[in-house]
């Protein structure tokens, strides 16, 4: 079993940057593949990022690549999302998820664990 709870949205300014932190409970955390995932209003969530649980390997949604980092300390348990160069299409609330094995995906489906989420608020 992994809780997840993630911090460190919030509002910024477009072109600004955050760092959103996704902690999660658990002593097999570093076996878990870890992703983000974002819900803005009146859509559907979408994937955004995906980390392998080694942190070697990252996969990321053409409409951050470039400009979101997501990565991982497994001594904390901790997987992060830098977010660069935001842009109110970014706007959304923003949550982790954690799913056993190796495979990178981007279906939310295979992912078993799931936060609460952060809202990001990107204004013009």
Known sequence: QVQ???????LVQAGGSLRLSCAASGRTFSSYAMGWFRQAPG???EFVAVIRWSG?????????????????DNAKNTVYLQMNSLKPEDTAVYYCAARRGLVLTTTQGDYAYWGQ????????
């Open 4 to 10: 997840l709870v993630e911090s460190g949205g919030g």
């Open 43 to 45: 859509k559907e969530r």
């Open 56 to 72: 070697d390997s990252t996969y990321y949604a053409d409409s951050v690549k470039g400009r979101f980092t997501i990565s991982r």
């Open 117 to 124: 989420g952060t809202q990001v608020t990107v204004s013009s």
